[in-house]
């Protein structure tokens, strides 16, 4: 079955930067296009960043883009997410989610999140 | 960007009863709308994609309708387990966009 396990998340100081990681399993990997997305505490879902399948395309919010980076090693089945000048507002939980196809915005599976606090 | 409003914000039913709730985008999305179900502390669930295709194991009670600005999801007969927030979201155009989200309560 489909399993995305994300890590990386924790405490960390406004400005640092953090890498997540998101390790899949129970499929094709490099046959879907992948996506970031958080809630903060409280709060609703925001999509932050997409990647197709073999990386060729990429899309983010306008409010990340430049800060964080979306990536993906499809040899080690890991989706990954760089977080650099972090600000209190980025403090959530951040999800991995499946795209079924090759990135067309189609999101079905989700992994369990992991949390980002930026301590100020 | 696309703007999902989901109304109503919450929803207090009994258990057996139906639930209707709404999704209207600032432009049209097509049918490009999915639904997905989150519960406290756990992940959201796809429900529904484009419009109205059950995703895999989804009960029948669950059905999706709509196209263009208005999308409908309807919980036939409540279960339990149903009391959650529900989330739509679109794909017709980058960047991909959820709406707020509806609670449906036990009354």
């Known amino acids: 079955q489909v399993h995305l396990v994300e890590s990386g998340g924790g405490v960390v100081q406004s400005g640092r930067s953090l890498r997540l990681s998101c390790a899949a399993s129970?499929?094709?990997?490099?046959?879907?296009?992948m996506h970031w997305v958080r809630q903060a505490p409280g709060k609703g879902l925001e999509w932050l960043a997409s990647?197709?399948?073999?990386?060729?395309?990429?899309y983010y919010r306008d409010s990340v883009k430049g800060r964080f980076t979306i990536s993906r090693d499809n040899s080690r089945n890991t989706l990954y997410l760089h977080l650099s000048s972090l600000r209190a507002d980025d403090t959530a939980v951040y999800y991995c989610?499946?795209?079924?196809?090759?990135?067309?915005?189609?999101?079905?599976?989700w992994g369990q999140g992991t949390l980002v606090t930026v301590s100020s | 960007e696309i703007v999902l409003t989901q109304s109503p914000a919450t929803l207090s039913l009994s258990p057996g009863e139906g639930a209707t709730l709404s999704c209207r985008a600032s432009?049209?999305?097509?049918?490009?709308l999915a639904w997905f179900q989150q519960k406290p502390g756990q992940a959201p669930r796809l429900l529904i994609f484009?419009?109205?295709n059950r995703a895999t194991g989804i009960p029948a009670r669950f059905s999706g309708s709509g196209s263009g600005t208005d999308f409908t999801l309807t919980i036939s007969s409540l279960e339990p387990e149903d009391f959650a927030v529900y989330y739509c979201?679109?794909?017709?155009?980058?960047?991909?966009?959820f709406g707020g989200g509806t609670q449906v309560d036990i009354k």
């Open positions: 979201q679109q794909r017709s155009d980058w960047p991909l966009t």
């Open positions: 990647l197709w399948h073999d990386g060729s395309n990429k």
């Open positions: 129970g499929f094709t990997f490099s046959n879907y296009g």
């Open positions: 432009q049209s999305v097509n049918r490009y």
């Open positions: 484009d419009a109205s």
């Open positions: 989610a499946r795209g079924p196809g090759g990135g067309d915005g189609r999101i079905d599976y």
